[in-house]
């Protein structure tokens, strides 16, 4: 069964540092979601794209962070000068119809940063 | 403005008894999904059950059903003779149709704990 995958499980950074967290989407999939969780909480929304745009983004996808879809498998998020603040489980996710149909999620990738 | 409400913070049943975790939610939208996902121990998001807001019908699989009612803005999650291995965050999550990007809109969670 095809899935989402991310890479890599826990990345352990220090403040200020960029990171890029990177997720395969299932192949025929189209649109592109990363969803932050800090410990805990709830599941956040951070940026939806498709058609190699971003489709809506919240109030959390400062301009400190940016998605690309380099080639035509890869979706990655960067976070260019992390915060403390930044610490949390991010899921990529994908849907081949927008809101419709469910979104798949990968396995998620924690970020620490010290 | 969209919201979900998941009031139950924390449930702990003994197994085999009946649990419904409640969801309420809100949308301006006509048109909308609501879902559920489970988060295990593990952390992975699990999709569990997609529901359109055209389409009251409840939903039964397994030892899983769902109650949607559009009068109550509510869509209840009920696990049937629960087991261990159904001790989870188990969110609610809506996506409104007018959102073109499809984004989720999650409830806090709450978390299931199944006692042997």
């Known amino acids: 069964e095809p899935e989402v995958t991310q890479t890599p499980s826990h990345q352990v950074t220090q403040m200020g540092q960029e990171v890029i967290l990177r997720c395969v989407p299932i192949?025929?999939?189209?649109?592109f979601y990363w969803y932050r969780q800090i410990l805990g909480q709830k599941v956040e929304f951070l940026v939806s794209?498709?058609?190699?745009?971003?489709?809506?983004k919240s109030e959390i996808f400062d301009d400190q962070f940016s998605v690309e879809r380099p080639d035509g498998s890869n979706f990655t998020l960067k976070i260019r000068s992390t915060k403390l603040e930044d610490s949390a489980m991010y899921f990529c996710?994908?849907?081949?119809?927008?809101?419709?149909?469910?979104?798949?999620f990968g396995p998620g990738t924690r970020l620490t940063v010290t | 403005a969209q919201k979900v409400t998941q009031a139950q913070t924390e449930i702990s049943v003994v197994e085999k008894e009946d649990v419904t975790l409640d969801c309420v939610y809100e949308?301006?939208?006509?048109?909308?999904?609501l879902f559920w996902y489970k988060q295990p121990p593990s952390g992975e998001l699990v999709f569990l059950i997609r529901?359109?807001?055209?389409?009251?019908q409840n939903e039964i699989s397994g030892r899983y059903s769902w109650n949607f009612q559009k009068s109550t803005s509510s869509f209840n999650f009920t696990i049937t003779a629960s087991q261990v291995v159904d001790s989870a965050v188990y969110f609610c999550?809506?996506?409104?149709?007018?959102?073109?990007?499809?984004?989720?809109?999650f409830g806090q969670g709450t978390e299931l704990s199944v006692k042997p």
């Open positions: 996710a994908s849907s081949d119809l927008a809101g419709l149909n469910e979104q798949y």
């Open positions: 192949s025929n999939h189209l649109y």
């Open positions: 794209f498709y058609n190699n745009e971003i489709s809506e």
């Open positions: 949308t301006r939208d006509t048109t909308y999904y």
């Open positions: 529901r359109n807001s055209f389409d009251e």
């Open positions: 999550a809506l996506s409104e149709a007018g959102n073109q990007g499809g984004k989720l809109i």
